[in-house]
């Protein structure tokens, strides 16, 4: 057993107590819950990014060929599934929007990422095309999801 000083002691008693209020513990373990999941999807977002960026910040991830059809393509699940659902809490929300958001890096450099990644959709033909701007389609509903939500 570590003994800890006089201020340690205190401050260790004192979190004790707090976490034994009604409630407490639950909340904590529900943000670190969130917290981690959060932090996971971001190791994976990172991970598609290094693979899927240029240097120069060009998505490569377009494909050849898609379904225009094909609604599986959407990122968010909470824009799709919170129509049928409770409202979420915020933290699920936040989580929800960072998971959301695009790879573009800040705002000012997004109508440069935009049309390096339309010049790449064009170059491999259409149906890359249509499937690029049904991505931005879906992109832009499930935002306007999340401000109906909010």
Known sequence: MVLLSGKASKQREATTRWLNKPGVLEAQQEKARLRAARNRERKKAADLEEVNT???GTIDHIPDQCDPNDDSQTSSSLGRSSMASPAPTLPEMRLSIDEWRSDWGPEGGWLKRFDESLRKACEKGLASTDCFFKEC?????????????L
């Open 54 to 56: 240029r240097s120069d």
């Open 137 to 149: 389609e879906i992109h832009a509903r499930e935002g306007r999801s999340f401000l109906h939500i």
